[in-house]
């Protein structure tokens, strides 16, 4: 009796590891349209993305902005803070598989950013910072107009979809592969 309930134990032990295990690997494969759009459905599950490499952070090349044919946007990041994107990778069609997450710039932060005039970063609406970049904006006066285009899209997203924050989607990398 001892040995047929370590069996089951042991047995029990193994499948919900074995289950565990699986559910883990499960990676969906979509596009990015899909993944933009069904952003909250895919938060912290592992997907797998085709785009073209559009931007990589020259700051530190810890993110990358991917985009598909139809212009949607993804953020990449590294997997750990020692990693870094190639630049050989810009204008490269990619295979990204990782882990979604998302986060959010709400109006009130929005609001916060046009009345100090911050410069943004095209990959995640966060503040830039690439300083070399931002000074020389400043000093050829283009900062304003820049500042205001990229308000303005924040805020026309919000209209469009009738939120009051706009979401940004990012994959923290496990696996990025040139597409041959």
């Known amino acids: 009796m001892r040995i047929k309930l370590f069996l089951i134990t042991i047995l029990s032990v ?3 590891l074995s ?6 690997e499960t990676c969906t494969s ?7 759009k069904n952003a909250d459905q895919f938060e912290n599950k592992k997907v797998k993305v085709i785009g073209l490499v559009a931007h990589i952070c020259g700051v530190d090349g810890k993110k990358m902005k991917i985009k ?6 993804v953020k990449v990041v590294t997997n750990s803070s020692e990693e870094i994107f190639d630049s050989a990778l810009k204008k490269q069609l990619v295979v990204v598989q990782g882990l979604v997450e998302i986060s959010r710039i709400t109006k009130a932060e929005i609001d916060k950013v046009e009345e100090q005039g911050t410069l943004l970063c095209h990959i995640d609406n966060t503040p830039c910072k690439d300083k070399e970049w931002v000074n020389k904006k ?21 209209q469009e979809t009738g939120k ?17």
């Open 19 to 24: 289950n565990g295990q699986q559910a883990r």
């Open 138 to 158: 400043i000093e050829s006066g283009t900062d304003v107009k820049i500042a205001k285009r990229d308000i303005a899209n924040l805020r026309q997203i919000m």
């Open 14 to 16: 193994l499948t919900y």
């Open 164 to 180: 009051d924050y706009v979401t940004t989607v990012s994959i923290r990398s496990e696996n990025v592969n040139v597409l041959d």
């Open 30 to 36: 979509l596009s990015i349209e899909e993944l933009v």
């Open 68 to 73: 598909s044919p139809s212009g949607a946007i």
